[in-house]
C-alpha cells in the first residue's frame, strides 16, 4: 500500500495509510523480525510524508507514532552499520523535535511519545541473557562502544538532553493541563524500565506543584485543569511508590501525597465553610413563611365538582373540565395503541398527581353514598291493610249470558285431547352446532400449518436438560421439550397414515363422482411432514443428525409393521408390494448431506453405523463419495 499513499494521493488515503502504518507497527501481533524487514521499507514514505508543507494534522500524528515505534528497530538494524536507513531516521527525528514547541496539542501530544521513546532506546538497560541478544529489551546496552555509525556516547548525551528537555514542562509558570498530563503517563514507562534516570523523573515530578495556579481566580475550565493534573500526578508518584517503597524517595512521596491530597480539600472542598440550609419547608405547606420569603405555592391542578342529578361512572372518574377530553370516545382507539400510550405515562406520572386525584374520586364516591343513604324510603303497606281490602272486594259471578248460549259455545270448542299442550319453559342440554364441511384440500392445508406452527415452536424450546429414564419401557414424548416434540413428529409422518390408503388400488374403498375415483390423500399429509422434517435436518444437518437417525429407525420399523400385517396388500388376487419409505428417505438424507460433507466429518460415519439397515443403494452413494480425491478417505472408513 505504500505506493497509494505517497504525498500526491487524496488526503483521505493519506490519513488512512499514515494510521494504518501506526496501527502495524505499534501491534504485538506482528513478529520482530517482520517489524525490522518492514520497517527499512516503510521509513521512506514516512520522511516524505513529514516534509510536506502544511500537511493535514491527523497524518502527522499517524506518521509520528509511527516513527515512535520505528525507532528502536532502526537501531537494531543498524548494529550492521546501514548507513542510509539511520541519515532517514536522524532526518525524521529532527523534523519531529522541530516540530515539538510550536505544533498543535495534538501533535506535541505525538511528540512526547516520540522523545519518551528515543531516551528509553538511547539509555542502557538491563541485558537479561548476553548469550542471548535477539530477547533482550531494545537499548543503547546492544551497541558496541566503539560502533562508527551511532557511537553511544554521543546518543546518552543526546538522550539526556532530550529527558531534561521533557522534565522542563514542570517548570513553567503556567501549566498546560494536557501536555502535563501526557508527560507524566510517558514517564511512568521510564521510571518502570529505566532505573538509571527513575531517580531524576521523580525529583522533577516532586518539586511540581500541580495547584500553584489555584491561587488566581478559577473559571470551570481552570478548575477541571487543575483537579485533572493533581489526579494524574498522585497517580504517577503512588505507582512509583508501590514498586520501590524502600527507595530513598519513599518518604518524600508519602509526605508530598498527603500535602497535595490536603490542599486540594482546602481549595476545592466548601462543603464545611457553607452555612446550613435554611430549616424553612420548601414544598410549599407553609404558606405564610412563602409570601414573606416572596415564593410562589406549586400549581395544583382543580378538580371540578360532581353536575347535579344522576352521576354516571364516567363523570365520577372524570376529573378535568375541559371539553374536547370529556367528549372524545376512547373505545375508538385500538387496544394496541391504547397501551402504547397508557405504559409510559404511567411511568411517568407524578405519585403526587396520582394520590390527589385517587383522593378526589374516593371522596366523590363517599359523597354520593352520603346522598344515596339520605334519600327518603316509602313505608311498606301493614298486611292488614291489604288482607281488608281483599275482604272487601267481592266480584260478581253472575252471567251476563243465558244458558243456551253458553251450551252453544261449549259445542264450538274443540275437544281436550286436541288442545295444544303448554310450553316447557326450562333451559335443556346445549349442543354445539357441527362444524361446516371441509374439502380433503382444505384439511391438508390445515395440516400442513399445524405441523409448520410444530416445527416453529422447536426452534425456540431449549434443548433437554434431564437425562432420560433408561430402558425398553421408558415413555417417550412425556418429557415435553424438543425430544418429545420430535418423537411426535416422527410419529406422526411414519405412524399417522400408516395403512389407510397407501396401498389401495384404484377404485377401491374410495368415493366416486362422475366415474372418477376420488382416492383418500391421507398418505399426502404423512409425506408432507416428511419433507418438512427433512428441510428442518439439512438446514444443521452436524447438530440435527440425532433426528435423522431417530426419523429413519422410525421409518424403518413402520416397514416391518405393515409387511408383518399384509405382507402385500391382495385385491381380487393381486398383490401390490408396500410402499418403502426408509429407504426412500434415508437416500434423500444422504443426498442432501454428502455435497457438504469434508474429509474430517464423523457425522457420515455416525448416520451409517446407527441407522438399522445399510442396503446397495446406500452403499452406491457412499461410494460416489470416492470420485473426489479429497474424500476417498472418508469413504473408505464409511464403508468399513
Same mark, same amino acid.
Given at each position: 500500500i505504500l505506493p497509494i499513499i505517497g504525498v500526491h494521493s487524496h488526503l483521505e488515503i493519506r490519513r488512512w495509510g499514515a494510521n494504518f502504518l501506526a496501527e502495524t507497527f505499534a501491534s504485538p501481533l506482528l513478529l520482530l523480525q517482520a517489524k525490522e524487514t518492514l520497517s527499512i521499507v516503510a521509513l521512506p514514505t514516512l520522511k516524505e510524508l513529514l516534509e510536506v508543507p502544511g500537511e493535514d494534522s491527523g497524518v502527522v500524528k499517524s506518521v509520528i507514532q509511527a516513527a515512535a515505534s520505528i525507532y528502536g528497530l532502526v537501531l537494531s538494524i543498524n548494529n550492521a552499520h546501514d548507513s542510509s536507513t539511520w541519515d532517514r531516521m536522524t532526518s525524521i527525528k529532527s523534523n519531529i523535535l522541530k516540530r515539538w514547541d510550536t505544533a498543535p496539542t495534538g501533535v506535541r501530544l505525538c511528540c512526547i511519545k516520540f522523545v519518551q521513546r528515543v531516551v528509553q532506546v538511547?539509555?542502557?538497560?538491563?541485558?537479561?541473557? /548476553?548469550?542471548?541478544?535477539?530477547?533482550?529489551?531494545?537499548?543503547?546496552?546492544?551497541? /558496541?562502544?566503539?560502533?562508527?555509525?551511532?557511537?553511544?556516547?554521543? $546518543? %546518552?548525551?543526546?538522550?539526556?538532553?532530550? @529527558?531534561?528537555?521533557?522534565?522542563?514542562?514542570?517548570? *513553567?509558570?503556567?501549566?498546560?493541563?494536557?501536555?502535563?498530563?501526557?508527560?507524566?503517563n510517558c514517564l511512568g514507562i521510564l521510571v518502570r524500565t529505566r532505573q538509571s534516570i527513575?531517580?531524576?523523573?521523580?525529583?522533577?515530578?516532586?518539586?511540581?506543584?500541580?495547584?500553584?495556579?489555584?491561587?488566581?481566580?478559577?473559571?470551570?475550565?481552570?478548575?477541571?485543569?487543575?483537579?485533572?493534573?493533581?489526579?494524574?500526578?498522585?497517580?504517577? =508518584?503512588?505507582?512509583?511508590?508501590r514498586r520501590n517503597e524502600s527507595g530513598p524517595f519513599?518518604?518524600?512521596?508519602?509526605?508530598?501525597?498527603?500535602?497535595?491530597?490536603?490542599?486540594?480539600l482546602e481549595i476545592f472542598d466548601d462543603g464545611n465553610r457553607k452555612r446550613a440550609a435554611p430549616s424553612e419547608p420548601t414544598d410549599g405547606l407553609d404558606n405564610a413563611k412563602r409570601a414573606r420569603l416572596g415564593a410562589e405555592l406549586p400549581d395544583r391542578p382543580k378538580i371540578p365538582p360532581l353536575p347535579p342529578?344522576?352521576?354516571?361512572?364516567?363523570? @365520577?372518574?372524570? @376529573?378535568?373540565? %375541559?371539553?374536547?377530553?370529556?367528549?372524545?370516545?376512547?373505545?375508538? =382507539?385500538?387496544?394496541?395503541?391504547?397501551?402504547?400510550?397508557?405504559?409510559?405515562?404511567?411511568?411517568?406520572?407524578?405519585?403526587?398527581?396520582?394520590?390527589?386525584?385517587?383522593?378526589?374520586?374516593?371522596?366523590?364516591?363517599?359523597?354520593?353514598?352520603?346522598?344515596?343513604?339520605? =334519600?327518603?324510603? @316509602?313505608?311498606?303497606?301493614?298486611?292488614?291493610?291489604?288482607?281488608?281490602?281483599?275482604?272487601?272486594?267481592?266480584?260478581?259471578?253472575?252471567?251476563? *249470558?243465558?244458558?243456551?248460549?253458553?251450551?252453544?259455545?261449549?259445542?264450538?270448542?274443540?275437544?281436550?285431547?286436541?288442545?295444544?299442550?303448554?310450553?316447557?319453559l326450562a333451559l335443556g342440554p346445549f349442543k354445539l352446532p357441527q362444524p361446516p364441511p371441509i374439502t380433503e384440500e382444505q384439511a391438508e392445508q390445515l395440516g400442513k400449518g399445524t405441523i409448520s406452527r410444530v416445527f416453529s415452536m422447536m426452534n425456540v424450546l431449549e434443548e433437554p436438560t434431564k437425562a432420560q429414564k433408561?430402558?425398553?419401557?421408558? $415413555?417417550?414424548?412425556?418429557?415435553?421439550?424438543?425430544? &418429545?416434540?420430535?418423537?411426535?413428529?416422527?410419529?406422526? &409422518?411414519?405412524?399417522?397414515?400408516?395403512?389407510?390408503?397407501?396401498?389401495?388400488?384404484?377404485? *377401491?374403498?374410495?368415493e366416486t363422482q362422475n366415474g372418477v375415483v376420488i382416492k383418500a390423500k391421507s398418505h399426502g399429509l404423512g409425506d408432507s411432514i416428511r419433507e418438512i422434517l427433512w428441510k428442518y435436518i439439512i438446514e444443521d444437518f452436524r447438530v440435527r443428525i440425532p433426528i435423522a437417525i431417530a426419523w429413519l429407525n422410525e421409518e424403518w420399523y413402520n416397514d416391518r409393521l405393515q409387511a408383518q400385517f399384509s405382507e402385500g396388500t391382495r385385491w381380487h388376487g393381486e398383490s401390490k408390494p408396500l410402499q418403502q419409505n426408509f429407504e426412500k428417505w434415508a437416500l434423500k438424507v444422504l443426498d442432501g448431506i454428502v455435497p457438504y460433507l469434508d474429509a474430517k466429518d464423523k457425522v457420515l460415519i455416525r448416520f451409517l453405523s446407527e441407522i438399522p439397515v445399510v442396503n446397495d443403494a446406500i452403499l452406491e452413494r457412499v461410494k460416489g463419495l470416492a470420485k473426489d480425491p479429497e474424500r476417498v478417505g472418508l469413504a473408505v472408513n464409511a464403508i468399513q
Open positions: 538511547q539509555t542502557p538497560g538491563v541485558i537479561a541473557d /548476553p548469550r542471548r541478544p535477539e530477547q533482550n529489551e531494545i537499548s543503547l546496552a546492544l551497541v /558496541p562502544r566503539d560502533h562508527p555509525l551511532i557511537p553511544p556516547p554521543n $546518543l %546518552e548525551a543526546e538522550a539526556s538532553g532530550l @529527558l531534561d528537555r521533557l522534565l522542563n514542562v514542570f517548570h *513553567e509558570d503556567i501549566s498546560d493541563a494536557v501536555l502535563v498530563n501526557g508527560t507524566l527513575a531517580n531524576k523523573i521523580v525529583s522533577a515530578v516532586l518539586n511540581f506543584n500541580p495547584l500553584k495556579q489555584a491561587n488566581s481566580p478559577m473559571s470551570p475550565k481552570l478548575k477541571v485543569q487543575i483537579k485533572s493534573m493533581e489526579r494524574t500526578t498522585r497517580a504517577f =508518584l503512588m505507582n512509583a511508590y519513599a518518604g518524600r512521596i508519602k509526605q508530598y501525597v498527603e500535602r497535595l491530597s490536603q490542599s486540594r342529578g344522576p352521576t354516571s361512572i364516567a363523570q @365520577l372518574y372524570t @376529573l378535568t373540565s %375541559e371539553e374536547g377530553l370529556t367528549s372524545f370516545d376512547v373505545t375508538q =382507539l385500538p387496544i394496541d395503541l391504547v397501551v402504547r400510550i397508557t405504559l409510559p405515562v404511567l411511568q411517568r406520572i407524578d405519585h403526587g398527581l396520582l394520590d390527589q386525584a385517587v383522593n378526589a374520586v374516593r371522596s366523590r364516591h363517599v359523597d354520593l353514598s352520603k346522598a344515596q343513604a339520605a =334519600l327518603p324510603q @316509602l313505608p311498606p303497606l301493614p298486611l292488614t291493610a291489604l288482607e281488608d281490602e281483599d275482604d272487601d272486594y267481592e266480584p260478581d259471578f253472575e252471567p251476563t *249470558e243465558d244458558s243456551e248460549q253458553i251450551l252453544n259455545k261449549v259445542d264450538v270448542l274443540p275437544p281436550e285431547d286436541s288442545q295444544k299442550p303448554t310450553i316447557d433408561p430402558g425398553l419401557h421408558r $415413555l417417550a414424548g412425556s418429557s415435553y421439550d424438543r425430544e &418429545a416434540w420430535i418423537t411426535v413428529i416422527t410419529r406422526l &409422518a411414519t405412524r399417522a397414515s400408516a395403512g389407510l390408503s397407501d396401498n389401495v388400488p384404484d377404485g *377401491e374403498n374410495g
